[in-house]
């Protein structure tokens, strides 16, 4: 329901840029400064409360030989609340009896700068500094008991004043000293150590605990007051005082494995003791900007940091978006524990809203998820749910609508007694809808340019003029393929059924005025488009809409047409092939009835003996070698054909079996009926020849004459497939083919022989 008329609002309570950040409300001292937090009001969701609980697991964890790390991912998409989610536990955990806390709001190239000018760890507070020196202060205790450890156990006669030791053994004072009940400068003084010597013990030992020597040195010269001032300078990243130098620090902590090394080896101390300390990176995806050299410098100290937290018995909590977790590699996805925040339904949406409005109206289920009793005036029902709706649930676009929808329901006294669900929807795309069609058709004129695109030298569908098309005009076509076509249409913002449905008219008019597989559509949304509106379209169209977004969107653009123009070139080749085989099918068609035709007619020859009855020409005057030659020639065609024909050579007179040759018999029956045409004709002309020359020597013009006969036969079988002719009989006699292939060359020889004899 609506609020009541006599409810009135002032004071717009929505930030107008939702910005979380981590640590302090406001980075301008301790001044107070009204609304320099952007509002950040608290909702409880379900990864909220998982976040928390994992936190408080890990301080209530009592180690027993050290505790147990984590690692923790809080990972989503721009606007989801994770930063919040973070702020919520560095709230949480950044008090005075809190564990120690380094807080890294956002990763920066320049990491030296950020460790020294943004990192918020224990040295930015005196507490915590003397945490940290007490820390450092145990090892040195710890360090003194191992020396006087090693000295004799017998008891002392007496003491120094400064030092209630009493007569007690020496092995009573470690054990003191690792109790942390006796000091351990008195301890040193009243035994007359030499401090030099502890404090290079005391570098010893860190050494071994941090495995970095210059950290080693700096802490163990933390105990000492000439250098404790140059020490935390140096901690803090500043450049090296020169006695630092003098004992081996000669860099800042500049660069991203330094910085690193620090936030680890100041954890490994905390570790060694079992005392709880926590880490806190957020916007980890920003590295993914960096250049290649230094992103993967980054991540590879990262995963290295990662392993020491939960190794070392830490807590690293970081955010980042899904493609930010993808840059690494798949063994740190195994270390952390990932959360992934999810949209807001209409409840929590309800419930963000209430916490901002300040009405004192909490939203309460009825029954089920989105059953809400009472809404947070001045927002209806349905003003929520259309909120809901076009903003897909992110928490981030929700405070932006309702900053402008409460701007546009405000009178002219600044009064606000209903936000409706029309002031939402004119509040999104007032919004989103602030972008030129000029500029964006110019920025795809652009994407054009660089990916090379082939614009139609005419449009296929002629425009219908500015009055029907609106705002849906085709701002190009492009002929990627032969006569396929792809229309690039610009739309402002599709919120409601009646935007999605008129562009799927559009489209449909388009794609029937070419032909279905020779036109694509890409469709720019130049403003918002709900994600459920974005999948009707795509459904109706076929193809995912494009959101025009400043950036890469001209990269965008060319990988979306690229993409169409595969799909539509498989189209085309889909088409050509229906089209083939339609053809195929109808010539096909047309082949059966001739070849049905062609087996009739070779059966009917076959059962009346026609083509037994071709003995060939009358007997020719050439010489009986020769003749013999070509008869043998004939006889093997002839009893080629009348094996192709379905019957054995001899079997017609005997009423042979029928024809029943298939398409390839019928192909070899063509070429041994040609080759015994061409036979019979090379038969003719060597006859031809042979009598012109019996009555004397040939000239050479009658011996040319003669090898041009042989040549014409020749040529003619090399083209022709005699190899399917078959055997020529009994396994010692050559093929057919081998007969026919050979038949000039011996001719010739024959010829020549007989004519020289003479």
Known sequence: ????????????????????????????????????????????????????????????????????????????????????????????????????????????????????????GPADSPEGRAAFEELVRDYYAYVTAVRVGEQSSDPRPGRPDD?????????????????????????????????????????????????????????????????????????????????????????????????FDALAVQGFLHGRVGKPYVLLIDSLEKVLDWPEHSRRTFVDAFERLVNVYVSRGGLLVFCTSPRGLNAFRPSLHERVVQLWPTRFGAELTARLVAEYVGSGTRPEVTEGPDAIERWPAPFGSESVGILQELTGGVPREILKTCHHAWQLSEDGGGAVRDVSAATVL????????????????????????EGQWRIASHDPVPARGSEADGPLAVAYWLEPVRNAYIAIVVTPSVLVADDEERITARVRALRGAVHPAQAEVLLVVNGHVSR??????????????????????????????????????QLRQEADLAELTTELRSALGEHGAQLGQLRRTVSDLARRDLVAAAPGPARSALPEPVEGRFEEVFALLDASVERLAGRPSGSAAAGGPALRAGPSDLAALGCATLVRQLTETFRTGADTWFRAVSAGVPSEEQWARLREV?????????????????EGGPVHRPTVARTVEALADEVWGALVSAVRSA
């Not at 107008?16 to 981590?22: A, K, Q, T």
């Not at 040195?217 to 901690?235: E, I, K, N």
């Not at 972008?435 to 340019?449: G, K, N, P």
């Not at 042989?710 to 078959?726: D, F, I, K, N, S």
Request: glycine fraction near 8%.
């Open 710 to 726: 042989c040549r014409e036969y020749e040529t003619a079988v090399e083209v022709l497939p005699v190899q399917a002719l078959g």
């Open 1 to 120: 329901m609506a609020a009541s008329s006599a409810d009135t609002w002032y004071s717009n309570p929505f930030p107008l840029v939702p910005v979380v950040r981590l640590g302090p409300s406001a980075d301008l001292g301790e001044a107070p400064v009204e609304a320099a937090d952007s509002g950040n009001a608290h909702v409880p969701t379900q990864i909220l409360g998982e976040l928390q609980g994992l936190v408080r697991d890990y301080l209530r964890d009592r180690p027993r030989g050290g505790r147990r790390g984590r690692a923790i991912a809080v990972v989503g998409e721009f606007g989801l609340g994770k930063s919040h989610a973070a702020r919520e536990v560095c709230n949480a955990l950044a008090r005075p009896d809190g564990p120690a806390l380094w807080i890294v709001d956002e990763p920066a190239q320049d990491f030296g700068r950020m460790y020294r000018d943004r990192l918020r």
């Open 532 to 569: 459920t509106m974005r999948d009707r379209l795509a459904r109706s169209l076929g193809s995912q809409p494009l959101v025009y977004r400043p950036g890469d969107f001209t990269q965008a653009v060319n990988q979306a047409l690229d993409r169409l123009r595969a799909r539509l070139t």
């Open 426 to 449: 004119r509040a999104v795309r007032e919004l989103h809808d602030n972008v030129s069609e000029d500029q964006v058709v110019s920025t795809i004129h652009d994407a054009l340019a």
């Open 163 to 259: 030092i209630p030791l009493g007569d007690i053994a020496l092995d009573d004072i470690a054990t003191g000293l690792r109790d942390r009940v006796l000091d351990p400068d008195k301890v040193v003084s009243a035994l007359r150590y030499d401090p030099e010597v502890m404090h290079a013990d005391l570098r010893v030992t860190l050494g071994e605990v941090t495995e970095h020597r210059r950290f080693a040195t700096a802490l163990a010269l933390l105990q000492d007051p000439r250098f404790t001032s140059m020490v935390w300078a140096w901690l803090s990243g500043d450049e090296p005082a020169q006695q630092l130098r003098e004992r081996g620090i000669r860099d800042a902590v500049s660069g991203i494995d330094p910085v």
